[in-house]
Structures are given as structure tokens and as C-alpha cells.
């Protein structure tokens, strides 16, 4: 599996191979991408109350310099498995909400 990072304000791959163990620092902003076939496990701590979780969509359409967010989803997490669905599909139906304010691009809904 992949983890994409954003650190020192730039977009960074850590590719994590089988029976290896990554350990994310707290706050950093990343998606961890499972390839086909494949099984991961992540671990996470149990979130006190009142923490706050982000969600960040970034542009990549724009040939930005550096990390450029369209969108950030602020909420406090209970449960990913039911909490993240209706926050992806507002992105994928809203099409204004994809668009970099920075650029005018429409990033795609997946």
C-alpha cells in the first residue's frame, strides 16, 4: 500500500510493503491507498471528545506549486465507516464544491 502525505507543504508518497508497519505523526494530513488484492491493517486511537477530524480534497489539476486545498470537511469522528460516506458523495454530486479557487479547474468526483 501507498500513504500520500502532504509534509513541509508537499505532497509525499510513503509506500508501506508486506509485514512492514508505518506509524502516521499525529496531525498529518493523508490517504491511504490499498491496492488490489491486498489486505491492510490500520490502527487508530480512540479519539477523545471534542477532537476534530479533517476530510481535504486538494487540486491537482492546476500545476500548483505546492498543496493547494479545494475543500476541507471538519466533524468529529465516531464512526468512519458510516461518517465518511455522505461527506465523499456531497463532493462527488456537488461539482462546485470540486472547484480550485485558486486555478477555476473542476477536479474530477473520484
Avoid at 67 to 92: A, S, Y
Avoid at 98 to 104: A, D, L, P, Y
Wanted: charged share 35%; proline share 8%; aromatic share 6%.
Amino acid at each position: 500500500m501507498v500513504v500520500k502525505i502532504v509534509e513541509n507543504n508537499e505532497f509525499k508518497d510513503i509506500p508501506i510493503k508486506e509485514g512492514e508497519m508505518f506509524l502516521l505523526p499525529a496531525n498529518t494530513p493523508h490517504s491511504p491507498c490499498r491496492f488490489a488484492d491486498t489486505i491492510g491493517l490500520v490502527m487508530e486511537r480512540k479519539r477523545p471528545e471534542g477532537s476534530l477530524d479533517r476530510m481535504r480534497w486538494y487540486c491537482k489539476k492546476g500545476n500548483h506549486p505546492e498543496p493547494t486545498m479545494i475543500r476541507e470537511e471538519v466533524f468529529h469522528c465516531v464512526d468512519l465507516g458510516i461518517q465518511l460516506k455522505p461527506i465523499i458523495q456531497k463532493w462527488q454530486s456537488d461539482e462546485e464544491s470540486r472547484r480550485c479557487g485558486k486555478c477555476g479547474a473542476i477536479e474530477d468526483p473520484k
